[in-house]
């Protein structure tokens, strides 16, 4: 082949290559979606299961605050662990404390844990508690070293509640300054208070509104720890 036509066809393939058309390119819209939830623990007695007073299954405080915050914005991973009976000392239906619900229920990758109660240690000695309350709180932040902590004294229905009670209010007020938790006192806010028809024919536990009513306040008690409410 003579030097003239390989340049020929040099030039011919040169021309070609640069000259044809470029691939087309798809340009596709990609939607990043935040999987990140928010996991949530929940240690608590009766007045978290529900009664045969009210607020068993979705009637509960519990699945109500999901979904409130659900509609905000603010979607949660919940693991609830309570028992009707249970306290920090005093063992519920099953033979458990909240340090055994706290075991069950409380993962290294919470968000925040929330403790609820209880009334069930009105008998148990000061001492004894203030032990068992520190016990069970440092377990928490032991296991979810990141998570906020939240905690909920007893509730009590009237506006006179008995001085075990405040007692336990008080201890457990302090044990959760030194957890370095938030503490909310229903005793002190005035849950239940003047509302009778939220309580149950047996004094003690919530009818489906009472569970209503404890949604409506609990929710932004979490909300606010998780995500602006």
Known sequence: MSRVLTWILAAAMLFGFFSAPAPAVTHRQVQ?????????????????TGS?????????????????????GIPVTPTVAAEGGAGYCTRGNRG???EDLTVRAVKPNDTLVV?????????????????????????????ARSAKMLVIGPPWP???PPPEIVRIRDIL??????????????????????????IG???VHPTDAGHTYMADKIAPLIGTQLAPY
């Open 32 to 48: 990043a979606l935040d999987y990140a939830v928010n996991r949530v623990a929940v240690i608590g007695d009766s007045y978290t």
């Open 173 to 198: 007020s302090y044990q959760a300054q030194l957890a370095g938790a938030t503490f909310v006192d229903p005793i002190a806010a005035r849950w239940f208070v003047g509302r009778p028809d939220l």
């Open 158 to 160: 009237t506006a006179d």
């Open 115 to 143: 403790f609820f109660g209880s009334r069930n240690d009105m008998k148990v000695e000061p001492t004894r508690l203030s032990i068992a309350m520190y016990g069970t709180l440092n377990l928490a932040r032991q296991i």
């Open 96 to 98: 458990s404390v909240f």
């Open 201 to 203: 024919a047996d004094g």
């Open 52 to 72: 045969d007073q009210g607020g068993n299954g979705p009637q509960g405080w519990a699945p109500q605050v999901w979904q409130a915050l659900s509609s905000h």
